[in-house]
């Protein structure tokens, strides 16, 4: 049973719009990482955190932000939408090896 | 640097038989190897690990791997597949040690169909 959830499933947006997904974990894991994931390619990494207060850029350039204020939420934030955003974004938490994945967030920008 | 290889992007097998897929990685040292499966519009679930000992490992849902050190291989393997097993197949191996934590890098996945 997974314990870490993401919001919303699935997200139809125009361009321009700011938004929000939303990570939370209740396992009490202190790194976080978030995912986009496209069909037929691997996941990249765009953020991660070791712990409260501390956020990295992952592997993937983005231009999405992310926060880090509680061990428990990590959202990740797009200032302003577009189309090249249109993807699946996988949030994931880890207390040591190996990872749980939330269901993640499929993201559409029109 | 540290890879992962899954050379077979999809594959389909028939109800009922045997499955194979292929990982193959680049580590400097003995990695940590882990498989996952996506079902359709889920996230990934972890099917097996590997971190050290028997090189044979079992997991979930009647899955098994073996650690080919040699072939620098970490191929997934089930006897007999379920219609339910259709899905994507992520490999991954770690750890990659950034900033001293436990990370890990994911192949572009296999994607397995089960025909009926």
């Known amino acids: 049973e997974a314990d870490i959830y993401q919001t919303p499933r699935y997200l139809v947006i125009g361009t321009g719009k700011k938004i929000t997904l939303e990570c939370s974990q209740t396992m009490g894991h202190d790194k976080m990482y978030w995912y986009q994931q496209d069909p037929g390619m691997e996941l990249h990494l765009i953020h991660y955190?070791?712990?409260?207060?501390?956020?990295e850029k992952g592997d993937l350039s983005s231009e999405s932000t992310v926060s880090r204020i509680r061990t428990e939420h990590f959202p990740l934030t797009l200032e302003s939408a577009r189309p090249s955003h249109t993807s699946q974004y996988l949030c994931?938490?880890?207390?040591?090896?190996?990872?749980?994945f939330g269901s993640g967030t499929r993201l559409t920008v029109v | 640097a540290q890879s992962v290889t899954q050379p077979d992007i999809h594959i389909t097998v028939s109800e009922g038989a045997s499955l194979e897929l292929r990982c193959n990685y680049s580590?400097?040292?003995?990695?940590?190897l882990f498989w996952y499966v996506q079902s359709p519009g889920q996230g990934l679930q972890l099917l097996l690990k590997?971190?050290?000992?028997?090189?044979l490992v079992q997991g979930i849902k009647g899955f098994e791997a073996e650690f080919k050190r040699s072939q620098s291989s970490f191929n997934l393997r089930k006897p007999s597949v379920h219609w339910s097993d259709a899905a994507e197949y992520f490999c991954a191996v770690g750890p990659l040690y950034r900033y001293n934590n436990n990370d890990m890098r994911f192949g572009a996945g296999t994607r397995l169909t089960v025909k009926p």
């Open positions: 994931a938490s880890s207390a040591s090896y190996g990872y749980t």
């Open positions: 955190s070791y712990g409260v207060n501390s956020t």
């Open positions: 580590y400097g040292a003995t990695p940590y």
């Open positions: 590997y971190f050290s000992g028997d090189t």
